[in-house]
């Protein structure tokens, strides 16, 4: 689908795609407006043409309330994973309180193994240091809290820390360093602020990561 902020939204090609010809395909289904990550692979001996059909669905979050926040970025780490930045679910002040809910697939960084075989359902594995593997919480969650991670990279300077512009609602935009099970506040704060309306007594949740940096 598109118009707002659907759309195609996001693209990472495998590691080895040059061998594998696999990449990934991040947008928002036609149907219904759900996230969905799709693998597709380029054509035999033309690498700059894809073949017009998914080899498979990774995976599908339903995001059926409001067209906006859906995020935006797929890319592998440098630990091979594939990681997605999935928006809260749209509107504002998050109401359904997705972003902090470690259950939910929303307003999260998610980190997926997707190196196994065609047909395996689900189409990925649960990396086993993921932070909620286990215990309460989505396995495929890495962290938590974020708005709208629209975009976001891994640092090539020799640190690989995961970098991510967290879109803001009023007041604040965010950059965070994101780590695993990081919880970096939303929808209790926006940026390094209590977000106004939701958190008037300015509790911080627990164990909460400010931003890098913010602007106004």
């Known amino acids: 689908s598109s118009g707002s902020e659907r759309g195609l939204l996001g693209l990472a090609f495998h590691p080895q795609d040059a061998t594998n010809r696999r990449f990934f395909v991040y947008y928002t289904r036609q149907s219904d407006g759900a996230i969905e990550i799709a693998e597709y692979e380029t054509a035999v001996g033309t690498p700059n043409v894809?073949?017009?059909?998914?080899?498979?669905?990774?995976?599908?979050?339903?995001?059926?309330?409001?067209?906006?926040?859906?995020?935006?970025?797929?890319?592998?780490?440098?630990?091979?994973?594939?990681?997605?930045?999935?928006?809260?679910?749209?509107?504002?002040?998050?109401?359904?309180?997705?972003?902090?809910?470690?259950?939910?697939?929303?307003?999260?960084?998610?980190?997926?193994?997707?190196?196994?075989?065609?047909?395996?359902?689900?189409?990925?594995?649960?990396?086993?240091?993921?932070?909620?593997?286990?215990?309460?919480?989505?396995?495929?969650?890495f962290a938590f809290g974020l708005r709208n991670p629209y975009r976001f990279s891994f640092d090539r300077g020799g640190t690989n820390q995961l970098w991510v512009g967290d879109v803001g609602?009023?007041?604040?935009?965010?950059v965070d360093i994101v780590t695993n099970g990081g919880n970096f506040g939303w929808r209790i704060m926006e940026g390094s602020i209590c977000t106004p309306g939701i958190n008037p007594n300015c509790t911080p949740p627990v164990g909460h990561i400010p931003p890098v940096t913010e602007y106004v």
Do not use: C, W
């Open 169 to 174: 609602q009023d007041a604040r935009e965010e």
């Open 50 to 141: 894809a073949n017009n059909t998914a080899v498979r669905v990774i995976i599908t979050i339903p995001h059926p309330s409001f067209s906006n926040h859906n995020g935006g970025t797929v890319a592998f780490g440098p630990d091979g994973y594939l990681y997605a930045g999935t928006g809260d679910g749209g509107s504002g002040n998050d109401p359904g309180n997705n972003a902090q809910n470690i259950n939910a697939l929303l307003g999260k960084m998610l980190r997926l193994d997707i190196d196994t075989p065609v047909g395996q359902v689900p189409a990925y594995n649960i990396p086993p240091t993921n932070p909620f593997v286990g215990i309460d919480g989505a396995d495929e969650v």
